[in-house]
């Protein structure tokens, strides 16, 4: 069993920022890429990034400048920094981990629960 806990949404003004955490526990002999994905209402989910366990990044075009995601590979927690945030960047954000688990020695993915952000004009 593996465990996502995200933390860190809420409501913010236009132009503000926040910090989300994902904290993973469980089932876990390694970690590999984490990441965050949105979904806002009538939309699909989407990526908006994503970071490997040597802390290369990928990031949407709509984040790029804006958002940071970095990863403490000790506490098995990924971090996204959201600055200059926008009304668009309203969504309900979701922690992904891709790892293997101690046990079975398999290649999993898990989710999280999902955290609101709210950005308001």
């Known amino acids: 069993q593996v465990q996502l806990v995200e933390s860190g949404g809420g409501l913010v003004q236009a132009g503000g920022s926040l910090r989300l955490s994902c904290v993973a526990s469980?089932?876990?002999?390694?970690?590999?890429?984490m990441g965050w994905y949105r979904q806002a209402p009538g939309k699909q989910r989407e990526l908006v990034a994503t970071?490997?366990?040597?802390?290369?990044?990928n990031c949407a075009d709509s984040v790029k400048g804006r958002f940071t995601i970095s990863r403490d590979n000790a506490k098995n927690t990924v971090y996204l920094q959201m600055n200059s945030l926008k009304p668009e960047d309203t969504a309900v954000y979701y922690c992904?981990?891709?790892?293997?688990?101690?046990?079975?020695?398999?290649?999993?993915?898990?989710w999280g629960q999902g955290t609101q952000v709210t950005v308001s004009s």
């Open positions: 970071i490997t366990p040597g802390r290369l990044t």
């Open positions: 992904n981990a891709k790892l293997v688990s101690f046990v079975e020695r398999r290649l999993y993915e898990y």
């Open positions: 469980g089932n876990i002999l390694s970690l590999n890429a």
